[in-house]
Each structure stands twice: as C-alpha cells, then as structure tokens.
C-alpha cells in the first residue's frame, strides 16, 4: 500500500542552527512533492514544490532535495528562529490517483 | 491578499443530523478540494471538484457526503446523518490549476470545526 511517512516525534532545536526534516514514501511514483506548514488549529500553509526531475529548490532559508531513487523528500530551515516553530507536512500528489495525499507531519521546536 | 474563507468557524451538532460546511474559494481559482483532520491526525483528502464535477475523492467519502457549487462562488460539504467518527476539522482548499504540470500549489481556509454529540 502507499505511505507517507514523516518522523512523528518531535524535532528540538536551538535557535540558529539548521533544522532538517526526512519524508519518506513507498510506493508512490509521484510527479511532485510539496511541503506544507501548520500551526495549531490553523490551515496548512504551501511552502514549497520539488518536481520528480529536480534534485534541490530553496527559497529563502528553506531548501528541500528530492531523491526519487532513495523514496525521500528532506526539508532544511538554515538559521532557524522561534518563529519557525509548527508542524511541516509533506505532500505527494500521484497523477495516477489525481489526489494531493499528505503525510503526518512533524512538529519542530526552535528554542531561544 | 486573496483568502479562502470557510464557514461557520465552529459547529456542534447532534449525532444523526444533516450539516453543511462552506467555503469561499479564491475568485479565479478553478480547482477545489475538502480535506478533513481528526485531532492529532493528519490531514486526510476527500474530494476534488473541477468543472461543476467531482473529479477524484477517497473511500472517506461515502454517500454520506456530498458537495455542491450552487452559486459559482460557494462550495458547500454536506454530511447527511452525522456519526461520533466525523468529528474533526475540515478544510476547504482551491488551486488555479490542476495538480500536475505547474505549481498546484492548494490555498487552505482556517477550517470548521465539527463537533458531534
């Protein structure tokens, strides 16, 4: 069956230095993966996309790699601060299925 | 900046009774989408809708569910006979384009929150 699977525990980290989360899937040949922020009680918020024939995108202090051959996505926050603080969901959309299906997310928590 | 709005906020309801969940997508977007998280679980797809049509949905969505763009800019999620297991937040989200081929990249509204007693 088809899985998406991030670390469920919990990532602390101290303010400054890099955050880095691991998305791994089976059996998905996805077209393109996205990750996604939420903080609680809130909607989740796009962040960035990596397409199946791209190895790295960054965007600001966020960089994301996508390895088709090793099944995973890894999601880096350089400098990170307090305010990076939420959980970050992976996304896989499958263009057999047509469908965005997400992963369960991990909390960071940047501390002061 | 354009938002997607969803309405009401927060809804309790008996078990067994009808509810519907409503949404303004963006104004030009053409591709909509429910999505629904348990509390503490993720967030789970339901259904696409394209063109006045569904055009995918899960095995969540059963004939309990059903959903409906009356107006041209409303999109309504209607459960018929609420149960206990329905409890959860549900997200309306839309996207300019279909989710192959650009950025896809889906606008979520900040939920309503299903409560069934």
């Known amino acids: 069956s088809q899985k998406i699977e991030q670390n469920s525990e919990a990532l602390n980290i101290q303010e400054g230095k890099t955050a880095t989360l691991t998305c791994n899937y089976t059996n998905y040949s996805p077209a393109y993966l996205q990750w996604y922020r939420q903080d609680p009680g809130r909607g989740p918020v796009f962040l960035l996309l990596?397409?199946?024939?791209?190895k790295e995108k960054r965007k600001e202090r966020l960089k994301v790699t996508f390895d088709t051959t090793l099944k995973q996505s890894l999601f880096h926050i350089t400098a990170s601060q307090p305010a990076d603080s939420a959980t970050y969901l992976c996304?896989?959309?499958?263009?057999?299925?047509?469908?965005?299906?997400f992963g369960q997310g991990t909390t960071l928590q940047v501390k002061p | 900046e354009p938002e997607v709005t969803q309405t009401p906020s927060h809804q309790v309801t008996q078990m067994g009774q009808e509810v519907i969940l409503r949404c303004v997508p963006i104004?030009?977007?053409?591709?909509f989408y429910w999505y629904r998280q348990i509390l503490g679980q993720k967030v789970e797809f339901l259904v696409s809708f394209y063109n006045n049509e569904i055009s995918e949905k899960s095995e969540i969505f059963d004939d309990q569910f059903s959903v409906e763009r009356p107006d041209g800019s409303n999109f309504t999620l209607k459960i018929r006979s609420t149960k206990l297991e329905d409890s959860a937040m549900y997200f309306c989200a839309s996207s300019a384009l279909q989710n192959y081929g650009n950025t896809g990249e889906l606008f979520f509204g900040e939920g309503s929150r299903l409560t069934v007693l």
């Open positions: 990596i397409r199946e024939n791209e």
């Open positions: 996304a896989l959309f499958s263009s057999n299925t047509g469908k965005l299906i």
């Open positions: 104004s030009n977007h053409l591709y």
